[in-house]
């Protein structure tokens, strides 16, 4: 797939919740983005930072690139706090993005929290443009100020349902958003699920949906290098076979069943420096 490197142009940026703002780019991209696929950016200072952070795209119109960005260490708020006219080396798009195709002709039940909005968001808005059953999709934060509420309306992408995990406001439920997905495979069982936020959540959908028997692709979120699966620094386990598979270049978008994603999938190896009869 034809990529692009280069030196792109802030051309705008808004804050959308609590230490979270969207940076709009000017960006000539030579192929389409796929709701899951994601951007290397690196904001020009070689001297502070020696590589760049991956950062999934929320949304391309022309030649204008938005990222979701939330401030979590030095390199992120630095690239929160870029201003209008400065620039950012950029490499994208980059990785395997959701296949439409696993999505045909069933219920689907979206299951996002934090960041993790940014690849829901995309293929909430694509499944709604092609018709077909609807999405449901779920959207978890701990205080209403997490909620990046302009991405949460009905359109183009919902109606969103809101779980807040403290004193939520009109209109949004109490607790997990494990809690909506629960309720979503009671009344619709035959669906499919897809999931991206933090670990501790997508553990929880995960194991929700093997109870189930319900397919789950999950859009993982890691550290990473070089972003092209050339340093495999963001390795995961092959379900079934002896080999690790590339979180950038053959995700960041998999099936589930093809990875060893719970910490219980790692049970039957042994330990280092173990014996093994």
Sequence with gaps: MPRTLAECPVVARREVARDTVVVSFEVHLEEPVTAGQFAMVHTG???AYVLPRPYSILDVVGDRMDLLVKVAGRGSKELAQIREGAT???FGPLG???DLADFEGRPSVLVAGGVGIVPLY???RELKRRGGPAARPLFGAHTPADLPVELLGDEPAGPWQLWIEEQPLEGQRLGLVTLGLEEALDATPDAIVATC???PMMHAVA???RDRGVPLRVCLEEQMGCGAGVCRACVIEHADQPRMRTVCKEGPVFDVDQIRFLPEDHTDRA???ACSA
Excluded: H, K, W
């Design 88 to 90: 950012a080396r950029i």
């Design 207 to 209: 194991r929700m949906c």
């Design 197 to 199: 936020g933090p670990t």
């Design 122 to 124: 995309r293929l909430a």
């Design 271 to 273: 330990e280092p420096g």
């Design 45 to 47: 200072d070689d001297d």
């Design 96 to 98: 395997q993005g959701f």
